[in-house]
């Protein structure tokens, strides 16, 4: 070892000089004054929200509390601290009830929000779900607020629908047999909770729960057993046979496409947006994969909740059905989205009956004098009655059933058809679904449709990916209705923020 080494000898580094360090003492007491209303600058986000939440009529939530002066038992929680808080938190992507209880103890702004009192995540959790007429009401008052600040015109509002994934994984879906023998099982579990020797063996806290969630299990199997008999019903009514399954754990949800094109059990959002400045103007959850039957409940909550209909409506072509098209048109909104070609017999219709594509409905020429369609054999088909549907009339033509059964095409023409000739149909839409194919064609509805996008799927990215609502915590259709609203809520209060709370802090 050299000399210079031996100068860096630890020994001798300390006598030369003593280092003094901090000592770290984790075993005493420290009491500290907080001052509450400084744990969160004047421009922080909580205060927006407080503020905001405030000037809302809470009455529904009010009148709902049974602690009053002068009578015992223990105060209730402000309901304005309640929505505030559930608002911040839906916000910042905190949708747990349990979350927000852990956040109370330690995060400024929720210390602020509550005063640093704590806050029992079972009262957070009911809260949310306990008062769903007050939270519609609070919707609606909301979109007053932001009315009266210029944010809503309802010039233009988009309408569009996204999946959301149900508390419920699809291994939960069971048939009827099996769902009566869980059932079976569970009434039998929640008989046995009313032992008392079974009651004794534990805590009143855990009995209760227990017999809480036995009672909620057997409540579900009840509820899927009445979904299994809807779905029946709708399936019976559209002539399909496929065996039907139902969810055990959320019977309301229903299999859904999802965006990536997988299947999975969901419910499907409906949002309404204003276009002016991307405003919620209306909410609602199916359970109803196809968004064709969406548009005029949508409309309608639009409707109730701002008091007046949009004037203008537009949607993608998911939406766009003659039916629909003709209830805008009564209701006096101009419609926007794209539609299909719309033919009367498609080319899988052709296909199931063993048609030769050589011989689809194109191949038939029609005359408009005679009213008679020529076949690829140079026979007529005539007149064979007619069929009204919403906004398109579908007129029959046929051969006669002599000529198609001489006829050498009949194997590749009409297969199946053992007695009678080969139908053509030939579908009329109605002049208001005809002039809003010729909209759709013109510049102009090419444009606004083109805008769509951009305004009508921002608050759905925004509540997947900022709120974090890929998936529902809660259960059933109801209650997985409120989470959303919570949840458009929450962003509705952020554009107010965005585009109107921050502005005063901009001009100082
Ligand atoms: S089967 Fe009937 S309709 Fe078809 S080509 Fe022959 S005659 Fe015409």
Redesign the pocket.
């Given at each position: 070892m050299g000399e210079s080494k031996a100068m860096f000898n630890a020994g001798e580094v300390e006598k030369a000089r003593r280092v003094r360090l901090k000592p770290i003492n984790r075993q005493q007491m420290v009491l500290r004054p907080v001052e509450v209303e400084k744990l969160v600058p004047e421009d922080h986000e909580v205060r927006a929200v407080w503020e905001f939440v405030g000037r809302m009529d809470l009455s529904e939530y009010y009148e709902e509390i049974e602690a009053v002066e002068g009578e015992a038992g223990r105060p209730a929680l402000d309901p304005q601290l309640m929505v505030s808080l559930w608002v911040y938190a839906y916000s910042k992507g905190v949708s747990s009830a349990r979350e927000i209880g852990r956040l109370c103890e330690y995060d400024p702004a929720y210390q602020w929000v509550t005063g640093l009192e704590p806050v029992n995540y079972h009262t957070l959790s009911d809260f949310r779900v306990d008062h769903q007429d007050a939270l519609d009401e609070l919707f609606i008052e909301v979109l007053g607020l932001l009315s009266v600040e210029g944010l809503i015109s309802l010039e233009r509002v988009m309408h569009d629908g996204m999946k959301v994934k149900a508390c419920a994984s699809g291994d939960t879906f069971r048939r009827e047999e099996r769902i009566r023998k869980h059932l079976e099982l569970a009434r039998e579990q929640v008989e046995a909770m009313g032992d008392p020797r079974i009651a004794e063996e534990v805590s009143p806290r855990v009995a209760k729960a227990r017999q809480r969630a036995a009672r909620e299990k057997k409540e579900r199997l009840e509820k899927a057993l009445e979904e299994l008999e809807k779905i029946r019903a709708t399936k019976s009514s559209k002539g399909e046979k496929a065996e039907v399954r139902v969810s055990m754990t959320d019977p309301e949800a229903r299999v859904m496409k999802q965006s990536d094109g997988g299947y999975a059990p969901s419910y499907n959002a409906q949002i309404s947006t204003d276009a002016k400045e991307r405003v919620i103007v209306g909410v609602g959850v199916s359970q109803c994969g196809s968004d064709y039957e969406e548009l005029v409940p949508a409309e309608e909550r639009v409707e109730e909740a701002m008091g007046s209909a949009p004037e203008q409506m537009v949607t993608d072509g998911g939406f766009v059905s003659r039916e629909n098209i003709l209830a805008m048109k009564e209701k006096g909104i101009d419609f926007i989205g794209p539609m299909g070609v719309g033919v009367a017999q498609s080319a899988g219709q052709m296909k199931r009956r063993g048609v030769d594509p050589s011989?689809y409905p194109e191949a038939?020429d029609y005359d408009a004098a005679s009213d008679t369609y020529r076949?690829?054999?140079?026979?007529s088909?005539r007149p064979d009655g007619q069929e009204k549907r919403p906004g398109r009339t579908n007129y029959k033509y046929r051969?006669s059933a002599a000529?198609?059964q001489?006829?050498?095409?009949?194997e590749?023409?009409?297969p199946q058809?053992e007695t009678m000739?080969?139908a053509i149909v030939r579908g009329v839409d109605d002049p208001v679904v005809v002039a809003h194919r010729e909209k759709m064609e013109t510049e102009e509805a090419k444009q606004i449709y083109r805008h769509r996008g951009e305004v009508a799927e921002f608050p759905n990215a925004w509540i997947k990916e900022k709120i974090g609502l890929r998936q529902f915590r809660l259960r059933g259709l109801v209650k997985v209705g409120m989470e959303l609203l919570w949840a458009c809520l929450a962003y509705n209060i952020q554009q107010w923020i965005r585009l109107c709370w921050r502005l005063q802090w901009a001009q100082f």
């Open positions: 011989f038939f076949c690829p054999a140079g026979k088909l051969a000529d198609c001489r006829c050498r095409f009949k590749r023409c009409c058809n000739g080969r």
